[in-house]
């Protein structure tokens, strides 16, 4: 219904996080660096914490898109 209306490509809300909407602040850009590092170091536990709505998720599923386009980080 929007997207015929409006003209959109795509749904314009959805209950996934799209990591292509991925915005990375400073402290977003670090705590990646940090998971990264914890994926390519095999370091067996990672724990990611933070407030809801903060991204944690889409971090995990951006992750895992580079991990499965690329092989590897």
């Known amino acids: 219904m929007y ?6 490509a795509a749904k314009p ?12 602040s400073q ?3 670090v705590a990646m660096s940090m998971l990264e590092y914890a994926v390519s170091g095999d370091l067996g536990l990672s724990v990611v914490s933070g407030e809801g709505c903060s991204g944690k998720r ?12 690329t092989g590897t980080l």
């Open 3 to 8: 997207e015929k209306f409006y003209g959109l």
């Open 58 to 69: 889409t971090w995990i599923r951006q992750l895992n898109n580079q991990v499965e386009e």
């Open 27 to 29: 402290k977003h850009d």
């Open 13 to 24: 809300f959805s209950l996934l996080p799209d990591p292509k909407y991925l915005y990375l």
